[in-house]
């Protein structure tokens, strides 16, 4: 099973690269290169316990759905993600924010599994397990890009 660990330091305060981070708006500019759209649930602001949101992207050259629940929130420190439909056996992902002296670190935790037995396994560390970090990091290069800039303004006001 992939777990995907990153650390991102970003120079702003914690609420907002909090709410940033819940921002459907945001997510869906992260991943333009996708087409990815929010077609169910909560499919504008910012996304709160108990809510759901579906997906649909074009990913291994493919259209995709993924409905994911968010199962816990802690404001500003944590919430937590997990799937309920989709091409994934299972999917969760936590985002934990801690403030710093000059701004916040932003940490996710991603595990997933995938179908095919042990041919799926191959293909999660041949390929999908990179797949989906790139996929966060450029999710991160976002939310660090509109938090430290006043970008933000445009997406929380």
């Given amino acids: 099973m992939p777990v995907i660990h990153l650390t991102t330091v970003i120079h702003a305060p914690l609420q907002r690269v909090f ?9 869906k500019r992260s991943m333009e290169h996708t087409n990815e759209e ?6 504008n ?26 199962t816990a929130m802690q404001k500003p420190g944590l919430f937590i993600d997990e ?5 994934f056996t299972f999917m969760k992902h936590e985002h934990h924010f ?3 002296e000059n701004g916040t670190v932003m940490i996710d935790i991603m595990e997933f599994g995938t179908p095919y037995g042990k041919l799926g396994k191959v293909f999660e560390k041949i390929y ?3 797949y989906m970090t790139r996929l966060l990091e ?20």
Wanted: net charge positive.
């Fill in 45 to 70: 602001g910012l996304i709160e316990n108990g809510e759901t949101v579906t997906w649909r992207a074009k990913h291994l050259n493919k259209v995709r759905q993924l409905k994911v629940h968010i």
């Fill in 128 to 130: 999908l397990n990179k």
């Fill in 19 to 27: 709410d940033l981070s819940r921002s459907i708006t945001l997510h």
């Fill in 83 to 87: 799937m309920l439909e989709g091409d």
């Fill in 98 to 100: 801690k403030e710093i």
């Fill in 138 to 157: 450029r999710r991160n290069e976002v939310i660090k890009d509109f938090a430290e800039t006043e970008k933000w303004r445009v997406v929380l006001t």
């Fill in 38 to 43: 929010a077609v169910a649930g909560r499919t």
